[in-house]
């Protein structure tokens, strides 16, 4: 099983990325795949989710209003559009994949190597 996020990089508070988590080696249709972030010295946080048919989404407080996750079944892959990005964003940026819960990294079995965001002030 392999998760690729990419899309992460350098972008001016107020700016926009997406980020893709492309996925191989399990039913992707099966998997409700989360988005986590962890920033220096800080613990990992659970950002958005999405269950296995997109009809179910969760975005947390920090980020509700900015950030939008979405999936496309036929391509394995979900996308977490950000915007007005913060420099609080700055962190690395993970996607996980799950079968049983939306909320909380207790819940995902695989995950990939993350990507890095920075948002300069």
């Known amino acids: 099983v392999q998760l690729q996020a990419s899309g992460g990089g350098l972008v001016q508070a107020g700016g926009s990325l997406r980020l893709s988590c492309a996925s191989s080696?399990?039913?992707?249709?099966?998997?409700?795949i989360g988005w986590f972030r962890q920033a220096p010295g800080k613990e990992r946080e659970s950002v958005s989710a999405?269950?296995?048919?997109?009809?179910?989404?969760y975005h947390a407080d920090s980020v509700k209003g900015r950030f939008r996750i979405s999936r496309d079944n036929a391509k394995n892959t979900v996308y977490l559009q950000m915007n007005s990005l913060k420099p609080e964003d700055t962190a690395v940026y993970y996607c996980?994949?799950?079968?049983?819960?939306?909320?909380?990294?207790?819940?995902?079995?695989?995950w990939g190597p993350g990507t890095q965001v920075t948002v300069s002030s």
């Open positions: 999405i269950d296995r048919n997109g009809d179910s989404v």
């Open positions: 996980a994949a799950g079968r049983r819960g939306l909320v909380g990294d207790r819940y995902y079995g695989y």
């Open positions: 080696g399990l039913i992707f249709r099966n998997y409700n």
